[in-house]
């Protein structure tokens, strides 16, 4: 089955303390975008890859580091979360134009309490 | 730079009656755009798309989507309202020639009554 896969989804943790959520997907796709979800402000771009090593910031990346060593990887990491992290997390990818233009498939998202 | 405006946060509609949501978008070229849908406690899934062509466009679930290039709209439309389309709605353009850079809006949360 075709998937975006995130893990977790749910997590709380302490103001500081390191980690990572994770994204996979198996469509073979070379585009991937994280974005976090706030009540009243929509979707915002945190950081997005077009290809493998290949990674840029997208509209909110204070905060965040993401790394694409595999195609189908594309990990997301708070090295000192703080509150203000605190949100719903979606992963996403999108096969290259003509193939399927600029649909993106969402992962389940992620929960995210930072205390 | 691109925005997405929904102006309405949340519309309470009545089972059976027909439904629009607005979106007004603002691009300097000719935009993609998109409607998704995202189900309480789900992630976001794709209810249609306009790249070119027919300003009309056909999704999934009945909807349907017209695009008004003189309006800056692309307003989502269904004529009868089931209780499962209950969701948050969200419209969101995309860089023509290019996939890098997508906005969404706010959403708008549908609510159905009986």
């Known amino acids: 089955e075709a998937q975006v896969t995130q893990n977790p989804r749910y997590l709380i943790t302490v103001t500081g303390k390191k980690l990572t959520v994770t994204c996979s997907q198996n469509?073979?796709?070379?585009?991937m975008s994280w974005y976090r979800q706030d009540p009243g402000l929509g979707l915002r771009q945190i950081y997005y890859?077009?290809?493998?090593?290949?990674?840029d910031k997208g509209d909110v990346p204070e905060g965040y580091k993401v790394s694409r060593k595999e195609k189908r990887n594309f990990p997301l990491i708070l090295e000192s979360p703080s509150p203000n992290q605190t949100s719903l997390y979606f992963c996403?990818?999108?096969?290259?134009?003509?193939?399927?233009?600029?649909?993106?498939?969402f992962g389940a998202g992620t929960r995210l309490s930072v205390l | 730079a691109q925005s997405v405006t929904q102006p309405d946060i949340h519309i309470t509609v009545s089972e059976g009656a027909s439904l629009e949501l607005r979106c007004n978008y603002s691009?300097?070229?000719?935009?993609?755009l998109f409607w998704y849908v995202q189900s309480p406690g789900q992630g976001l899934q794709l209810l249609l798309k306009?790249?070119?062509?027919?300003?009309l466009v056909q999704g999934i679930k009945g909807f349907e989507a017209e695009f008004k290039r003189s309006q800056s709209s692309f307003n989502l439309r269904k004529p009868s309202v089931h209780w499962s389309d209950a969701a948050e709605y969200f419209c969101?353009?995309?860089?023509?020639?290019?996939?890098?850079?997508?906005?969404f809006g706010t959403g708008t949360k549908l609510q159905v009554i009986p």
């Open positions: 996403a990818s999108s096969p290259q134009p003509g193939l399927g233009g600029n649909i993106q498939y």
């Open positions: 469509m073979n796709h070379e585009y």
């Open positions: 890859s077009m290809n493998v090593e290949v990674t």
């Open positions: 691009y300097g070229a000719t935009p993609y």
């Open positions: 306009y790249f070119s062509g027919d300003t």
């Open positions: 969101a353009v995309g860089a023509s020639g290019g996939y890098q850079k997508v906005t």
